[in-house]
Structure formats: structure tokens, C-alpha cells
């Protein structure tokens, strides 16, 4: 497909083959991390289409912060004293007592496909060490300094909350409005550096470039490079 | 700091486990609490799962999900199987209690439910069922009690563990790549590996390490230990350890030692604590150590269940863990953020300079519950408005639903429910986040006299409706008479605030915004300073815009152009229109609002037409403020028009004052005399005059 015809988006078959092509990718070039794992969705019993559905799925993903016991963090876990005797729940001269408390942020993250938009969004939720999750301002801290800004600025990414599509609870998103949009654009300039044609195949690649600097997930050069594969 | 005993030995430190409960654990119970299991509040088994440590610095964690509660059937989701092979989970039987009040939660006999747990374990050691199926060693406990109003959980994690008396002590721990021979590492490594790949092992936490004496390591079920006897082979209990400690071994090495120790007879164990990095051993992690246990007194006996240990510190305190969980389980929530996600979007994709603070917190008064009332506070709510007080004396009639789009069958039953209470219960429906209310009144009408005897309450109802006004940051008179707006009108007028008027005719509508309060008014003689000041600044206002005052409805009534359809004037009792014609009127209303909101001068904002020269005006983010917009869907035509303020009987300077001083009596006179007004104002006059001297529309008459 001509790229000057394209409109930056792409259909549920070819994000299942992007996705093959990203998760390999990304287990050749990021070893640092653990892989993407395809996730199926079982079909809906109403829905009548014969394709695969499914999205990647990158999940505990931890995050150390800095030990300090802020009050945020402290206040979300203790509430009321229960009142019980230190006999009744003693422990014993062979219970290694845990005395740093370093607070860890978890983050699990899904690409999935959006049919009303047809491009990839980027879901992800982040929870504390004992599974209570992350308010979005505790998130927007974790994030490297340089996509606050971009969070800011651009109005083509920003963090909205909303349910997600499998699993029925609120997870965020970069919202996917302007993505067709600036995906094109990436892809003409690469087209002109390569033959006219989009290598649908690495569109989530490219997408994943844009929107992992947001979320602080750098792609090595060595994915982008390859074009051949 | 290490631990000695009496002898000097080290004592053995267990790094306890750590829990971890996936949101989606929460959601699950609350839903089979919700759906099946109600009151009853009998154990429920579950499965944890943990795995081993794959992190220097981060211990792997023992984590519940939603898998880990029995699945509900009438739950509704699509929860795809994950498909992590189950190296990464072993799965582990437990019991949950789940009280039904936070009284049960704190009554439960914590001491004995670990009792009964530990006793399980010591069972299974017994009997050898932990032989055969290791992962029960590991059996844990959990209390709960979920909050489902407040969508808060409190839980408590045990993980028992039999407790040695005098405790173990350790001899040489250290890790595991300084303990075996290059040789050795190399072939324990990749008997692990094997082990972890394998589907029929990889779930197994507990196993021996056989190492021959060639040094080829093979790792071996626990209930092979018989055969691995001999041969000079050296062998180390193994097991998968959550824990990245260097110096100390995980928590499942406790009651693993139990075993060891009660099956075997052994008095010093070789462990292996395994440890992985990116999937495959890491021998550099994982630690090698000498457990020396003195047997206590009775061990072989199965009877005598030893003491035991394990309730989770929650920060190295003696207390309960508690998670709030309403911001993605509430319903209400849920709906407050996904609605005001919508109005951001708009902000950020179309319109960065859209005020919608401002917009959401404005208290909004309407007038009139029928049509155009429950149309307007749709649309106020579209926009985010939570504050709307709805005002009506009616009851909803058969005839109503169909129009009047908060009402439904229900509400005209039994004679009918009162329309303003009703659209209040219908708008905190739609969104339970709306903070409405409802004022069952009718508004006093100039020319509908009342006795005596209903004096008292008419005068009530005029004071009750001047409360509001003053209450609230804008009105919206959507009553269906004229004489029914003048009051409203007036006291808009007298506490100066921002008014819209719609009024609807066949197939013609009006909506317009009053002008801005008359600025001549006297002050009572008990003004308080900010009269004063805050009419400074109207002047000041006025003379920066360097026009005149717009005007309100009443002044539109006498200088706007009659109606060309002379038969089809607006306003007429029992008014019958064109359905289509209140949803436009309404949705324009509100929009026109929206626009005052977002005018730097508010009120006093200057009214701007449609295709007039002054273009500058497209400068405001919403567009142009006009001050009067009429339409008719016999043309499907719409044009804006100004009327400036004149000598009107709601909103001239000469009615203002005089209400102000005189109240009560001006009250009784203009509703009780119908010609009162018109003769106060000189109206009578000026309809037959034929100078329209327009500027003086603050002229006081006299009397």
C-alpha cells in the first residue's frame, strides 16, 4: 500500500501480525525486560467474526522507589488498630524481621487493538507492592521527566481513564484520538528513506517508539533498524 | 543482625513471605458475595500462588488474583486464561474466612484459626500427602472483611509455620555458586532448568538435588528419596525461594524442614534455596546452607500439633492491611469520572480555553419543570452543571412523558408524582453524582389576585422565591405564561444575576439573556457598604463596554417587533408546539449560558449579532454572545436580536427601587391590582406616546 493513500491506521489481522513482529522484536532486542506475552480473548458468543482477538500483554514490571515513607503511602495501609495482643500473633525468634521499606511501584502494561479507531492503545495500570493500585498523580511521578512535558503539551497524548475493553476494570490509556494521525506522518518519513511501501508489519514498532517514551519504555535502536525481518 | 543461641550457633532467620492481592481478587469476592454467596459466611477455599525469586533486589511476592476465588457464573466478564505456563505460578491450596461485619472481622479467633491450619500441615506431613503434593506445605489462611458500601477490604494474611523448639540454627550459608564445584554449578544449573521447563515439574516448589559423586547433579521428586540414598551421592533439599535475601532463605524452607525432619529422621539438612534470573537458574542468587535441628520432645508424635507462627507484619506492625478500592469499583465513581473525562477531551481536543470549573460549579435555578425545565437540566447536566434546583407546582400528568424528558409512566400513577421532586429522583438516576433538589411552589402572578386569607402564603412563596434567586448564580424562567416570569424577572433584576428566558409559541421560540441590573436603582436605607461598591463597579462596567443596558424580557415585550404571525405569540396559556421546537429552544438556552460564563464581562457582556461587521467578536472561544435568539421551524429559520433595556414592569430602575423599599406592600399591590405596574412605570403612557425616547430608561416617575 501506498503510503501517500495511507490513513495511519490498520485492521485487526494485521495488528495480530505487528504484534508477532513487535514480540519478537523486543525478545532479540530488549533482553533487559521480560517478553510480551499474546494474550487470546475468547469470542464473544454475540459476535459473529472469525478473527483472532487478542492483545500483548507486559506485567510486573516493578519500579523501586526511593525509601521514604511518605504519607500517602502510609496512610493507605494503616487504618484502624485491631486491637490485638502482640501474643496472639507473635512471632518467633526465627522470623527475620523486615526493617527497610522500600516502596515498590508495579506496572503491568496491554496493547490493545481498538476497533473504533483502528490503531494499538497502550493500557497500563501501576499498584503498589501489596496490590493496592496507583492513583494517577502517584503515576505521573514515575514517569520520566521528559514525557510530563510531553503529557502537557502535545495534544496528541494524554492519560485518560477508562474501563478496559477484557478485563471490565478501570485501567488508563494514552488515548488513541490523534494516533492514526501522527503514525502517518512517521511513516512518511520514513518512506522516504525506504521504498514507498507501508511495512504494515512494523506498526507497532513504530507506534511503540512514540508512545513508550511517554510510559519511559525505550526501544533500542536495533529494533527500529531492522527492516528486512 | 543474626540471632544466637545459647551455644552460639546462628539462629535460622526465615524471610517471611510477602502478600500481594491483585485488584482483580477484590472485585471477584465482592461480586460472589454480591451474587451467590450473600450472609453466608462459611470458609472459602482459594489458591495463592508463588514462584521464585527471578530479582536481586526485589522478593518475589505471594500473590492472590481473581483466579484464586472459585468462579461465579452468573458474573459477566470475559477474563482471558493468561496464559503464564506454570512455572511462574505454583499454586497453593488456602482458606478463606470473610466476615460479614467489621465486629465479626475483629472477633475472629486468630490464635486458634492458625491452630487449625497448622494442624492441616502437620496431617499432611504425617501421612505423607506432602510427599506427594509439596506445594501443601505451604498452605496459608487468609481474613477479610469487604465493606461493599464503602468498597473497602481489610484482610490479614497467615502463613503457619511449625516452630522448632529450641529453634534451627544455621551452619555456612552462602551462595550457591561458592558451595558447589564449577562442575557441580554447572550441572545443578542445568538440572534446574530441566526441571523448570518441564510442564509435569515446573509447578513443583519442593524437590532433591541428587549430586553424584562425578559431579552430575540430577534433581529428583521428594517421594524418590529412598533411591538416592548411596552411591557417595550428596544430597540438598530444594525448593523454590520467593525471597532475594542474601543471608537469609524463604519461608518455605520452615515447614519443608518439618518434613524433612519428621519423615527422615535427619538432624542436618543440606538446602538449596533456588533463585532464577530471566527465567533460568541463577546459582549466584540462590544460597546453599546447614540446617542443624535439635528434635523436640514429641515430634513423631502426630497428635501433639507443634506451636506456630506466621501472621504477616504489616510493616512490622501487629495490624491489618486494609485497601480502598472505590475509585474503580464504585459505580458512582466510575460515572463521575468517565463524564468528566468527556467534557475534558472536549477541552483538550477543540476548545483549550473552555472554563469547566467554572461551568461545573455554577448553581443553576429553573423555573418551570415541564419541557423546557427537564430539557435544559439534561442539557445543563451534559455539561457538567451538578447544582440544579428545580422549581415547580405541578404533578406530572399523563400527557407529560413524551415531552418532557425526565419523566416516565411511574411518575403520573396515583395522581401523579410532584414534577419537580420527580425530576430531581430522575436526574440523581442518570447521574447519582447530581446534586439536585426540588421546590414545590408556584410562583405568585401579577394581575391573579389572591384573598386575604392566602395573603400570608403568597408573600411567603414571593419570599421563598426571592431566597433562591439570591442562592443561586443563574436562573432560567421556563414557566409557560408571561405573568409568571415577571417576578422571577424581577428579583433576577434586584440581585442581579445571570437570567435566561425561554418562551416557546407554535413554531416560534425565543431565548434570550436578561441584561444586567438597572444602575440607577436607590439603595435600601440599610445597604451595606458592598451596595455601594459592587454598583460602582456595574457603572464602571457599563461605561467600559460604552453601551446601554440590554434588556430583559418584559423590555423585549414592548420594543421588539410584533410577531409577524400575529396569532401565533408566544406564551399562551396552554401553549401546544411543535415537539421539536423545546429541545432546540432548551439546548440554545443552555448554550447561550455557557457562553455568558465564558464572557469576560459576564452579565454585562455587550450583545453581539450573527454576521455583524464585528467579526473581532469570533474571538471568544464559544463564538458570538448575542442577547436574543428567535427562531421559527416554519422557516427553519434562527436570527439574533437585541432589545436594550427600557421602562419595562420587571426590570426598570423605578420597580427595582421601589420593591426594594417598599417589599410586602408593592408585592400585594402589583399582584393584587393588574394595572399597578404599568401605571408605576408610566407604561400605560408610553404606549401612546409617540416619541421613543428610548435613552431615558432610568427615569424616575413620579408617583
Known amino acids: 500500500m501506498d503510503v501517500s493513500c495511507w490513513d495511519g491506521t490498520l485492521s485487526l489481522n494485521e495488528f495480530s ?44 514490571i516493578c519500579l523501586i522507589r526511593p525509601s521514604k515513607v511518605c504519607g500517602a503511602e502510609v496512610s493507605h495501609l494503616e487504618e484502624e488498630e485491631t486491637g490485638f495482643s502482640e501474643k496472639e500473633v507473635a512471632i518467633d525468634d526465627a522470623t527475620l524481621v523486615l526493617s527497610n521499606h522500600h516502596e515498590m511501584h508495579y506496572y503491568d502494561f496491554h496493547i490493545v487493538y ?105 526501544i533500542p535502536i536495533e529494533m527500529m533498524n531492522d527492516r528486512t525481518n | 543482625m543474626a540471632k544466637q543461641d545459647q551455644s552460639g550457633g546462628y539462629i535460622l532467620q526465615f524471610a517471611p513471605f510477602q502478600s500481594f492481592v491483585d485488584e482483580g481478587f ?67 491450596p488456602g482458606i478463606l474466612y470473610n466476615t460479614n461485619t467489621l465486629e465479626a472481622y475483629h472477633a475472629l479467633d486468630k490464635k486458634s484459626l492458625l491452630k487449625e491450619e497448622a494442624k492441616k500441615i502437620w496431617e499432611d506431613i504425617h501421612t505423607g500427602k506432602a510427599v ?107 525448593f523454590y525461594d520467593p525471597c532475594h535475601f542474601p543471608n537469609n532463605p524463604g519461608w518455605p524452607l520452615r515447614n519443608f524442614l518439618a518434613l524433612i525432619c519428621s519423615r527422615w529422621n535427619l ?87 473552555l472554563k469547566l470549573d467554572k461551568v461545573s460549579s455554577t448553581k443553576c435555578l429553573l423555573l418551570g419543570a415541564g419541557t423546557l425545565g427537564c430539557q435544559v437540566a439534561r442539557m445543563l447536566m451534559a455539561w457538567g452543571v451538578r447544582k440544579i434546583t428545580l422549581l415547580d407546582h405541578g404533578r406530572v400528568a399523563m400527557s407529560n412523558p413524551v415531552r418532557q424528558s425526565l419523566y416516565t409512566l411511574d411518575n403520573c400513577l396515583n395522581g401523579g408524582d410532584f414534577k419537580a421532586m420527580a425530576a430531581v429522583k430522575s436526574l440523581k438516576e442518570i447521574f447519582p453524582a447530581m446534586e439536585a433538589e426540588g421546590v414545590v411552589m408556584a410562583i405568585p402572578m401579577p394581575g391573579h389576585p389572591v384573598s386575604s386569607q392566602e395573603e400570608e402564603s403568597m408573600l411567603e412563596d414571593c419570599r421563598r422565591l426571592h431566597e433562591l434567586v439570591d442562592s443561586h448564580d443563574a436562573v432560567f424562567i421556563l414557566t409557560d405564561t408571561k405573568e409568571s416570569r415577571w417576578l422571577p424577572a424581577l428579583l433576577c433584576a434586584n440581585a442581579n444575576k445571570i437570567t435566561i428566558t425561554a418562551a416557546l409559541g407554535f ?26 461598591l459592587s454598583a460602582d463597579m456595574d457603572s464602571l462596567a457599563m461605561a467600559d463596554s460604552g453601551a446601554e443596558r440590554l434588556g430583559c424580557y418584559f423590555c423585549s415585550d414592548v420594543v421588539a417587533p410584533t410577531d409577524s404571525t400575529a396569532d401565533r405569540t408566544l406564551d399562551q396559556q396552554c401553549t401546544v408546539t411543535r415537539p421539536g421546537l423545546a429541545p432546540i429552544a432548551s439546548s440554545l438556552a443552555v448554550e447561550l449560558f455557557v457562553d455568558i460564563l465564558h464572557h469576560p464581562n459576564g452579565i454585562f ?43 419595562c414592569t420587571a426590570c426598570c430602575s423605578t420597580v427595582v427601587t421601589e420593591y426594594r423599599k417598599r417589599g410586602k406592600e408593592f408585592l400585594l399591590q402589583a399582584i393584587n391590582h393588574p394595572s399597578y405596574l404599568e401605571d408605576l412605570t408610566g407604561l400605560t403612557e408610553f404606549i401612546y406616546n409617540e416619541t421613543d425616547d428610548n435613552d431615558d430608561d432610568d427615569d424616575f416617575v413620579k408617583l
Open chain 1, 17 to 60: 501480525r505487528a504484534a508477532r513482529t513487535f514480540a519478537e522484536k523486543w525478545k532479540i532486542g530488549n533482553s533487559a525486560f521480560p517478553p510480551w506475552l499474546w494474550v487470546n480473548v475468547p469470542k464473544r458468543p454475540f459476535v459473529a467474526s472469525q478473527q483472532v482477538d487478542g492483545f500483548l500483554s507486559l506485567e510486573n
Open chain 1, 114 to 218: 481498538s476497533a473504533s479507531y483502528r490503531v494499538p492503545v497502550l493500557y497500563f495500570r501501576g499498584y503498589y507492592s501489596d496490590g493496592c493500585p496507583l492513583q494517577l498523580n502517584e503515576i505521573e511521578k514515575d514517569l520520566p521527566a521528559c514525557s510530563a512535558k510531553v503529557l502537557l503539551e502535545s495534544k496528541w497524548t494524554f492519560i485518560t481513564q477508562e474501563e478496559h475493553p477484557y478485563l471490565n476494570r478501570p485501567w488508563y490509556k494514552l488515548h488513541p484520538c490523534g494516533t492514526s494521525e501522527w503514525m502517518k506522518l512517521l511513516f512518511l518519513g520514513e518512506a522516504a528513506l525506504a521504498e514507498k511501501r507501508v511495512a504494515i508489519e512494523l506498526y507497532l514498532v513504530s507506534w511503540f517508539s512514540v508512545v513508550g517514551q511517554v510510559i519511559g519504555l525505550r
Open chain 2, 26 to 92: 477484590w472485585h471477584r469476592l465482592s461480586s460472589l458475595k454480591l451474587n451467590k454467596l450473600g450472609i453466608d459466611d462459611s470458609p472459602i477455599p482459594v489458591t495463592g500462588f508463588y514462584a521464585p525469586c527471578s530479582h536481586s533486589q526485589v522478593s518475589n511476592h505471594f500473590t492472590l488474583l481473581s483466579e484464586s476465588l472459585p468462579s461465579n457464573e452468573s458474573e459477566q466478564c470475559s477474563v482471558p486464561a493468561i496464559p503464564r505456563s506454570n512455572r511462574n505460578r505454583c499454586s497453593v
Open chain 2, 132 to 238: 506427594e503434593d509439596s506445594a501443601v506445605l505451604s498452605r496459608f489462611l487468609l481474613i477479610s472483611f469487604a465493606d461493599l458500601k464503602k468498597w473497602s477490604f481489610q484482610y490479614w494474611f497467615a502463613f503457619p509455620a511449625l516452630v522448632f523448639d529450641p529453634p534451627a540454627t544455621v551452619v555456612g550459608l552462602k551462595p550457591a555458586s561458592q558451595w558447589f564445584t564449577l562442575e557441580e554449578a554447572d550441572s545443578v544449573s542445568a538440572a534446574c532448568n530441566d526441571w523448570r521447563n518441564s510442564n509435569l515439574t515446573a509447578d513443583i516448589p519442593f524437590f532433591l538435588v541428587c549430586i553424584a559423586s562425578n559431579s552430575h547433579a540430577t534433581i529428583r521428586h521428594l517421594k524418590d528419596w529412598e533411591t538416592c540414598q548411596g552411591y557417595g551421592q550428596k544430597v540438598l533439599f530444594g
Open chain 2, 267 to 353: 538432624k542436618t539438612v543440606h538446602f538449596l534455596c533456588y533463585r532464577e534470573n530471566r527465567g533460568f537458574a541463577d546459582l549466584g542468587l540462590s544460597l546453599v546452607g546447614e540446617a542443624v535441628i535439635t528434635v523436640p520432645q514429641g515430634w513423631r508424635d502426630l497428635l501433639r500439633v507443634p506451636n506456630a507462627v506466621g501472621w504477616e507484619l504489616n510493616k512490622g506492625r501487629h495490624i491489618s492491611r486494609v485497601i480502598n478500592l472505590a475509585k474503580s469499583m464504585d459505580p458512582t465513581m466510575l460515572a463521575i469520572s468517565a463524564a468528566d473525562l468527556n467534557l475534558k477531551l472536549m477541552r483538550w481536543r477543540a476548545l483549550p480555553s
Open chain 2, 507 to 532: 413554531d416560534s421560540f425565543l431565548v434570550m439573556r436578561h441584561g444586567p441590573r438597572p444602575l440607577n436603582s436607590t439603595h435600601d436605607l440599610k445597604a451595606e457598604p458592598e451596595n455601594a
Open chain 2, 605 to 647: 457582556a455587550d450583545c453581539e449579532i450573527a454576521d455583524s461587521s464585528n467579526s473581532g467578536s469570533s474571538e471568544q472561544p464559544l463564538g458570538i454572545l448575542p442577547h436574543q435568539i428567535r427562531g421559527s421551524l416554519h422557516e427553519f429559520s434562527q436570527t439574533t436580536l437585541v432589545g436594550h433595556a427600557s421602562n
